[in-house]
């Protein structure tokens, strides 16, 4: 029986689906990071340590690269960066396109770089594609400002992938950057659902950006999202929006209030701001300062930093083994067999998995005696 008789025979068509689209515009993308000529890792550790911007850049897209020499080099600087990281406050920001993300992220990181003097990198997790714009670089005309201050870092989102890979490449470039003594942290993400859940569990303040409307209270954003932020903004309060906005985060705060008490004992706060005018952008960040202070004298701040440590150990053991797996050759032929038997009737699936798993370790250790 031929491969494909035996796709006939599960009854399972296989759609070979249509191409990823780039996260980034095609434009943007054509420029690319450059690596340039490949240096020795410790070229790499010792210049992101002193925070040599190029080669902060050049490094993080070595962690990007799916070439295995590249892969090994981007490894050797990370595990030397680790020690010099985590100090560090991170911070996630989502809202559906349109909600003012790029415009927020200008001024409030200008807030930070000219106000605070603190050193800011943005990145962002956008492992969709253009139908949401494109990321945070794609157009050139966002983030003018930061784009050319010194004390900011931006890097638009890597190119398409897998959401867990995406995640796992954003988590090394957080190290990386905080290596190089970037003191403040934002993740953008794309309010389009699972990638708000990923950008949580690698920050330490999530920040939700709404608008006011009349009737579209909600606009798409899950309650889940909702549960998960650490602060709701509305945005656009400007001009004759100004009232909706305050009235909206009213309705907001109210709404909160239902929802069960956070984990960290913090209660998420509502604010109102305008990008434009940079009104509350200041109490932005010290709803913040005021969330570090909270939950660093009570301990949640390094108990969330744990767990999440944590989080990506047992994440990617389950991503390697079930690759793994996957990637098999010998378990893909008997998968498919097992797939026709289940269809069948002929054994039941957790009988096929137990074979299997079976088959899989025998395997792995006749390999590997
Ligand atoms: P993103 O898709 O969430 O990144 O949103 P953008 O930052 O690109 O903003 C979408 C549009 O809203 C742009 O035309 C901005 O100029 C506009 N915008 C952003 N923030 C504000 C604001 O605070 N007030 C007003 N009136 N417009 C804003």
């Not at 990071?33 to 993080?60: C, F, M, P, T």
């Not at 909706?244 to 008490?261: D, G, Q, S, V």
Request: hydrophobic content about 35%.
């Amino acid at each position: 029986m031929t491969n494909k008789d035996q796709h006939h025979k599960t009854a399972l068509k296989i759609q070979n689906g249509i191409d990823q689209p780039a996260s980034i515009n095609p434009r943007f993308a054509k420029k690319g990071h450059k690596i340039g000529k490949l240096e020795n890792a410790q070229w790499y550790i010792k210049k992101v340590l002193e925070g040599d911007r190029s080669a902060l850049s050049k490094s993080i897209t070595l962690v990007e690269s799916s070439l295995p020499a590249h892969r090994v080099l981007a490894q050797e600087i990370i595990e030397a960066c680790l020690p010099h990281s985590g100090h560090s406050v991170r911070i996630g920001i989502t809202g559906v396109p349109g909600v003012g993300k790029s415009t927020f992220i200008e001024v409030f990181g200008r807030y930070i770089t000219q106000q605070l003097q603190k050193k800011l990198a943005v990145l962002a997790i956008d492992p969709s594609s253009q139908r949401t714009k494109g990321s945070i670089l794609g157009d050139k005309t966002r983030m003018e400002k930061l784009t050319n201050d010194d004390l900011a870092f931006i890097r638009p989102s890597p190119s398409a992938g897998s959401l867990g890979g995406v995640a796992q490449k954003t988590r090394e470039s957080i190290i990386l950057c905080e290596a190089a003594g970037y003191e403040i942290i934002l993740v953008e993400t794309v309010g389009v659902g699972q990638s708000e859940t990923v950008v949580h569990s690698m920050v330490d303040f999530f920040l939700l950006l709404m608008l006011a409307g009349a009737g579209d209270e909600l606009q798409g954003i899950k309650r889940g999202i909702m549960e998960m932020a650490d602060a709701l903004l509305i945005n656009k309060a400007d001009g004759n929006n100004k009232q909706k906005a305050e009235l909206a985060r009213r309705e907001y705060a109210n709404a909160l209030h239902l929802f069960p008490p956070t984990e960290s004992g913090w209660v998420p706060r509502t604010q109102t701001c305008s990008a434009q005018t940079g009104d509350g952008i200041q109490e932005v960040y010290e709803i913040i300062a005021d969330y570090l202070k909270e939950t660093k004298s009570s301990g949640y701040f390094n108990q969330k930093r744990k767990e999440q440590y944590l989080e990506v150990l047992h994440q990617n053991i389950r991503l390697r083994l079930l690759q793994n797996f996957q990637e098999d050759s010998k378990m893909k032929q008997s998968l498919i067999e097992m797939e026709g038997q289940i269809i069948d009737q002929e054994i039941s699936a957790y009988k096929a998995v137990d074979l299997l798993l079976k088959t899989y370790f025998k395997n792995i250790s006749v390999e590997k005696g």
